[in-house]
């Protein structure tokens, strides 16, 4: 089944505890993104990859890291969580969307809390 | 830069009665038009999308969308709602121009469904 895997689903951390939420995807999809899904804002992107070892910063940035060494794994770590990045993150990916037809593949989400 | 404004937060409706949901963009440049579905505690699934051709699009479970480049709106709508339609729903522009293919999203609007 095509899908798009994070884990973990559910997370509680503390301040300052480095964690790392991992995605997957299994369709040889190019193209991945992170997302946070906040109250009222909708979805603002945190970072996108475009292939393997291409990375780029997205519209929120500050406070996370990206890597992508291999295709089907882009995970999204958190050096030194903060209460203010607790939200809904979502992983997604898609063919390359320079065609415009690249339909976004959604992870069921991650919801992190920072006390 | 595009922006993509959903008119209403939440829009509740009778089940069996018909619905809108408003979106509009802010650039006139060419665009691909999309709207994802998100049912609570899921990731978003492409609800339908517009890139090119007929202005009105056809999408999963009797949605429909019309595309109105004068306007720069991309309203979506279904003539009889039901319960199951419950969700939140997010419209989303690429732009032709954009270099990085990036999809802007709207804030989303929340279709809540009375018995």
């Known amino acids: 089944e095509a899908q798009v895997t994070q884990n973990p689903r559910y997370l509680i951390t503390v301040t300052g505890k480095k964690l790392t939420v991992t995605c997957s995807q299994n369709?040889?999809?190019?193209?991945m993104s992170w997302y946070r899904q906040d109250p009222g804002l909708g979805l603002r992107q945190i970072y996108y990859s475009m292939n393997v070892e291409v990375t780029d910063k997205g519209d929120v940035p500050e406070g996370y890291k990206v890597s992508r060494k291999e295709k089907r794994n882009f995970p999204l770590i958190l050096e030194s969580p903060s209460p203010n990045q607790t939200s809904l993150y979502f992983c997604?990916?898609?063919?390359?969307?320079?065609?415009?037809?690249?339909?976004?593949?959604f992870g069921e989400g991650s919801r992190l809390t920072v006390l | 830069a595009q922006s993509v404004t959903q008119l209403d937060s939440q829009v509740p409706v009778f089940e069996e009665a018909p619905v809108e949901l408003r979106c509009n963009y802010s650039s006139s440049v060419s665009v691909y038009l999309f709207w994802y579905v998100q049912y609570p505690n899921q990731g978003l699934q492409l609800l339908l999308k517009?890139?090119?051709?007929s202005t009105l699009v056809k999408g999963i479970n009797g949605f429909e969308a019309e595309f109105n480049k004068s306007q720069t709106s991309f309203h979506l709508r279904k003539p009889s709602v039901h319960i199951s339609d419950t969700a939140e729903y997010f419209c989303?522009?690429?732009?032709?121009?954009?270099?990085?293919?990036?999809?802007?999203w709207g804030a989303g609007t929340k279709l809540i469904i009375k018995p």
């Open positions: 997604a990916s898609s063919l390359s969307p320079q065609s415009g037809l690249g339909e976004l593949f």
């Open positions: 517009y890139l090119s051709g």
């Open positions: 369709m040889n999809h190019e193209y």
């Open positions: 989303a522009v690429r732009s032709f121009m954009d270099s990085n293919y990036q999809l802007i």
